[in-house]
């Protein structure tokens, strides 16, 4: 017997911890996570704080010093343990 997975992915546009109707936004946000319910989220230009409701396990990319604090290129989600991850960072790639 198969199971099904629910892999989502979103770019949340770089959300902000403060500042005018940020936390709006985030709710929002933290909202359509929930009501889609994947088993893993792939999100892209996200922050710390956005993060679905439940038993989640996050990987997130290292912190690039020119954005805000929280706010980060790439975060995964799973409903699963993450055993190992690894971060590589290519530039000038086409």
Do not use: C
């Amino acid at each position: 017997m198969s199971k099904t997975i629910r892999i989502a992915t979103w770019n949340v546009e770089r959300p902000k911890k403060t500042g005018y109707k940020a936390q709006e936004k985030n709710s929002t946000i933290i909202q359509k996570l929930n009501e889609i319910d994947a088993d893993i989220w792939i999100l892209t230009e996200t922050n710390e704080i956005i993060k679905p409701e439940g038993d989640y396990y996050g990987v997130a990319t290292p912190h690039p010093s020119h954005h805000d604090d929280g706010k980060n290129r790439t975060t995964i989600w799973s409903r699963w343990p993450v055993k190992r991850h690894l971060t590589i960072r290519a530039f000038g790639l086409t």
